[in-house]
Nanobody, 115 residues
């Protein structure tokens, strides 16, 4: 079955950086819109950023200018470079692949920003 596997999460101090990766398997990666979502304790899951197969990107206002989403279709991998991290960025980050009514999710990776 389709697999989306996130990696790169961890703990970092405010102002620090992390790079998340999402490796996809058993999926025609390049035709999917790929995205990163996050869910903090007690809050709903929210879109962080997404990228279509043509490369156009969309960001939540809260991360614009700090996060950069990218994809490497040759490696079936999506990335999220997170800079200038803030405590409010603390959440479980999920990889998502969507096309029409097909929707896949990864298992999530924890990002904690704390001093």
């Amino acid at each position: 079955q389709v697999q989306l596997v996130e990696s790169g999460g961890g703990s970092v101090q405010p102002g620090g950086s992390l790079r998340l990766s999402c490796a996809a398997a058993r999926i025609t990666f390049e035709i999917y819109t790929m995205g990163w979502y996050r869910q903090a304790p007690g809050k709903q899951r929210e879109l962080v950023a997404n990228i279509i197969n043509g490369g156009s990107t969309n960001y939540a206002d809260s991360v614009k200018g700090r996060f950069t989403i990218s994809r490497d279709n040759a490696k079936n991998t999506m990335y999220l470079q997170m800079n200038s991290l803030k405590p409010e960025d603390t959440a479980v980050y999920y990889c998502n692949a969507v096309r029409v009514n097909i929707n896949y999710w990864g298992q999530g990776t924890q990002v904690t920003v704390s001093s």
